[in-house]
């Protein structure tokens, strides 16, 4: 049996076709799955929870967006960050942001944390060069349960 490789496809058609769902993320043009546990949900609530009162403790500008992608400008990747900070004064100079919520610029954002289930690779590894790259200033993994400490 031959198997035929995956329909790739664009950044545009994924925040067309996807981009409202929480369930995927596009990386090299394929769409991948994300399925949150329940103990995985409880960790970035409790992340963005904590970090929305030092936001109003210091009053800085910054949000936390319930639903935004990171598009990596020339590639055929949107990552859907569990918690992403914004910086709401740069916000003015991302393209997409006042049509959809899409951030392409590493100077919007001052901290991504990904919370690590089962696809730890991605958030140790992939995700590490690419927001390095776009700039990031703050990537934090969280790994509650030590799946990339065991694994990686």
Same mark, same amino acid.
């Given at each position: 049996?031959?198997?035929?490789?995956?329909?790739?496809?664009?950044?545009?058609?994924?925040?067309?076709?996807?981009?409202?769902?929480?369930?995927y993320e596009l990386i090299d043009g394929e769409l991948t799955e994300m399925e949150p546990t329940g103990p995985h949900e409880q960790v970035s609530?409790?992340?963005?929870?904590?970090?929305?009162?030092?936001?109003?403790?210091?009053?800085?500008?910054?949000?936390?967006?319930?639903?935004?992608?990171?598009? !990596? *400008? =020339?590639?055929?990747?949107?990552?859907?960050? #569990?918690? /992403?900070?914004?910086?709401?004064?740069?916000?003015?100079?991302?393209?997409l942001w006042q049509q959809e919520p899409v951030i392409t610029s590493g100077s919007s954002i001052k901290l991504i944390a990904e919370v690590v289930?089962?696809?730890?690779?991605?958030?140790?590894?992939?995700?590490?060069?690419?927001?390095? !790259? *776009? =700039?990031?200033?703050?990537?934090?993994?969280? #790994?509650? /349960?030590?799946?990339?400490?065991?694994?990686?």
């Amino acid at each position: 049996m031959v198997q035929s490789p995956p329909k790739l496809i664009t950044v545009d058609e994924f925040i067309t076709n996807y981009g409202d769902s929480d369930c995927y993320e596009l990386i090299d043009g394929e769409l991948t799955e994300m399925e949150p546990t329940g103990p995985h949900e409880q960790v970035s609530g409790f992340l963005g929870r904590k970090l929305n009162v030092e936001i109003d403790r210091l009053d800085l500008p910054y949000l936390i967006p319930p639903r935004c992608l990171i598009k !990596l *400008l =020339g590639t055929a990747t949107a990552f859907r960050p #569990d918690v /992403l900070v914004l910086d709401q004064t740069r916000l003015i100079n991302e393209p997409l942001w006042q049509q959809e919520p899409v951030i392409t610029s590493g100077s919007s954002i001052k901290l991504i944390a990904e919370v690590v289930s089962t696809n730890w690779q991605n958030d140790y590894a992939r995700k590490v060069e690419d927001y390095a !790259l *776009l =700039g990031v200033p703050e990537y934090w993994i969280v #790994d509650y /349960l030590g799946i990339g400490g065991r694994e990686y």
